[in-house]
């Protein structure tokens, strides 16, 4: 397939045209943003590292089942998906609190969340991703009740997949927000997996492995996704 025209840049990756309508090509740049792109700075290999963790995940994920968009790694930074007719509607489960859960309820951060919870997001910098319940994705035309409930199954089956790979490599899937679109009529997840998408907690010692290193200022940050990836078994070499 021959990669042609940027159609869009997003904070973190852009969207090429390919010969074939149905397919596009991802670009993971360096470009790392927080708090709604309105801190953004560039960490060497952090593309050549989301692109491999996300094409890992999406495999481990369509083998589980799960309808993706991935198709195939074609590059150190590039990956081929379907298109999607994307829903702007984020899908947020948490295990464990953290994050925006403890700034609005003032619960402990670190308090185990059983049974996990299922938060929606309307996906808009500019308003800063509000979030938002089913009546309000329905009146407003931005998901149909029977995708909610599809995108509301798909991620907690996600849940399932996920917090036991990273558990196996001494990990706690502490959150994580997926998008998803249509394909063909379908509802398909798109957009990326990666530690930019999601908090992940060493088990043991409860450190900090993901994109909250960037937005606390901890440093480290793609030495802590490399360890992610190590630890469940990805090669960034
Ligand atoms: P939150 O605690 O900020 O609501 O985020 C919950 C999880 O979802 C966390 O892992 C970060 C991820 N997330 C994004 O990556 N982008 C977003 O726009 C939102 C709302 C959440
Ligand atoms: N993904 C959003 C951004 O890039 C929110 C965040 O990660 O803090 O700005």
């Not at 489960?93 to 670190?110: C, D, P």
């Not at 996906?123 to 029977?146: C, R, V, Y």
């Not at 998803?180 to 043991?204: N, T, Y």
Request: hydrophobic letters at 40%.
């Amino acid at each position: 397939m021959e990669k042609r025209q940027e159609l869009y840049a997003g904070k973190a990756k852009s969207v090429f045209a390919t010969d074939d309508p149905d397919y596009l090509v991802l670009h993971f740049r360096d470009d790392t943003s927080a708090f709604d792109g309105e801190r953004m700075e560039s960490l060497a290999r952090k593309g050549m590292v989301n692109n491999r963790f996300n094409a890992f995940i999406m495999e481990k994920l369509a083998e589980a089942g799960i309808p993706t968009h991935f198709e195939k790694r074609l590059s150190d930074t590039e990956s081929l998906v379907k298109r999607l007719e994307m829903i702007p509607v984020e899908c947020v489960v948490r295990n464990v609190a953290a994050g925006s859960l403890v700034k609005r309820l003032g619960v402990t951060e670190g308090q185990s969340l059983t049974p996990p919870t299922f938060e929606l997001f309307l996906k808009n910098d500019a308003q800063h991703d509000p979030m938002i319940n089913e009546s309000l994705a329905e009146t407003f035309g931005w998901a149909t009740p029977e995708q909610l409930a599809e995108m509301k199954t798909l991620t907690f089956r996600v849940n399932e997949v996920l917090k036991r790979l990273f558990a196996e490599g001494g990990l706690l899937l502490v959150d994580y927000k997926l998008e998803f679109g249509l394909f063909k009529g379908e509802i398909v997840l798109g957009d990326e997996f990666s530690p930019d998408g999601c908090r992940l907690w060493d088990a043991e010692t409860r450190e900090k492995l993901d994109k909250d290193r960037f937005r606390q200022g901890l440093g480290g940050v793609i030495e802590a996704y490399e360890e992610v990836g190590r630890r469940i078994g990805i090669g960034f070499d």
